[in-house]
């Protein structure tokens, strides 16, 4: 069984760091219930239970410190043994386990997204966000385009950032201030340079360039190996023409003024799943106007 044990102990963290279908629930039983047995086996006679009850709460304890997780591991060891007489002892070997692993570190799922740099909002606020406005954590310089962009300038932003998406702004007539037209994403912009759907002028073309595309060339590729920005290859000329980037243009993007709580940003944030929100200044008397960062929350979002 001490054997078992080991083998069992050493395989489970080998598949965990490997990229193989194997999941962390079944092996974790296997080796919390050989861990309890191997107990119930040292025990012996100077015990009453039965060796398979020492397996039992060897396999809750083991979930319960690696997971963390108490109410949904009670149920489920409940429905393993199908015995609601255990209900006391599973429980209390839930809420010790779990109480000693707090002591030392997160749960496991934790750690791995930790280590493999996946970034990860809380589900609640930290206490100090509530004296933080948005305007307090904005990043900057803000890369952003017109509503009728240079090639050039496009691809030199591409290359050089790893942003996400970008807010495109408008230049109003009788205005000093640009307007906020909407957001559009990094796969948009190199799909319209791998399509080449450039205008000889800066005047908008909106129809004869839409005709160039269809609803699959703006669809999330998935698994598939996307397009990068160094794989497209533009002549001298072509980087001085211009790209009308108003008809790809989410024009309602989530937007919050300055003076936000930042634990209202971080709700709004990871309850509508968002990967972007900008951030627009609050000045008395004027209104749509932009001078926008992108929300920087915990981690850089923009990676993706």
Known sequence: ??????????????????????????????????????????????????KGLYAVLGAASLLGGSMRTTVSLCVIMLELTNNLLLLPLIMMVLVVSKSVANVFNANVYDLIMK??????????????MRQLTVGDVVTGPLQMFNGI?????????????????????????????????GII?????????KKKAFLPSPVANSYDVVRKFSS???????????????????????????????????ASPYTVVETM??????????????????????????SNLLISWVLNLYVVIQFL
Do not use: W
């Open 1 to 50: 069984m001490l054997v078992f044990f080991i083998i069992c102990l050493f395989l489970s963290i080998f598949s965990c760091g490997i990229v193989a279908p194997a999941g962390l629930f079944v092996p974790i039983i296997v080796t919390g219930a050989s861990y309890g047995r191997l107990v119930g086996i040292l025990v012996g006679e100077r015990s009453n239970l039965s």
């Open 115 to 128: 280590a493999k740099g996946l970034p990860y909002l809380e589900t609640h606020a930290e206490p100090y």
């Open 149 to 181: 962009e240079k090639v050039r300038n496009i691809v030199f932003v591409l290359r050089t950032t790893a942003h996400n998406g970008f807010p495109v702004i408008d230049e109003p007539p009788r205005s000093e201030a640009p307007v906020l037209f």
């Open 185 to 193: 994403l990094r796969d948009h912009l190199i799909t319209l340079l």
């Open 216 to 250: 699959d060339d703006f669809a999330k590729k998935g698994s598939v190996e996307r397009v990068k920005i160094e794989d497209i290859q533009l002549t001298e000329e072509e980087m001085g023409m211009f790209i009308d980037l108003h008809p790809f243009t989410n």
């Open 261 to 286: 709580s930042l634990a209202k940003a971080l709700i709004l944030f990871r309850e509508v799943g968002l990967r972007h929100l900008l951030v627009i200044p609050k000045i008395p008397g004027v």
